[in-house]
């Protein structure tokens, strides 16, 4: 039902980890947010933050990949609430799982995410 959204959604990650900041500019809304150890970030804070460790070479490594641990789709009318538990692989840094938590939204026939908080696992 929803296999179009997680398409979407693996794009976006994959855009991240690629730090192709131009990708997530077009699957992220206007208003999107991030919550995470650095607090709330607008989506122009953030696209820069990546943008400036992609330029200073601080970024992932090439071939990095966002993988599900759990995952969960809650339907809320014309958003959807995803959660679950995943983790970066791939990179040369081994990196803790972490908790997230997203709302996703179909605007214009195409969805974008409205905001994504996570945190890492203290269990690691």
Known sequence: MHERLL?????WYAAYLDGNVGLMDEIEC???IVVNERGLQGKMDQ???????VGSNRWYARGSRAEDLTLKLVPLGDVVSIHGMGQ?????KQRAPLFFSELWRKIDGHWQV????????AAW
Do not use: C, N
């Not at 696209?47 to 460790?53: I, K, Q, S, T």
């Not at 970066?88 to 040369?92: E, L, M, P, Q």
């Not at 409205?114 to 696992?121: A, E, G, I, V």
């Open 47 to 53: 696209l820069g933050y990546v943008a400036d460790a």
């Open 88 to 92: 970066v692989v791939g990179d040369v």
């Open 30 to 32: 206007d208003d999107f």
């Open 114 to 121: 409205l905001s994504l908080h996570y945190t890492f696992s």
């Open 7 to 11: 398409e979407t959604r693996q794009q």
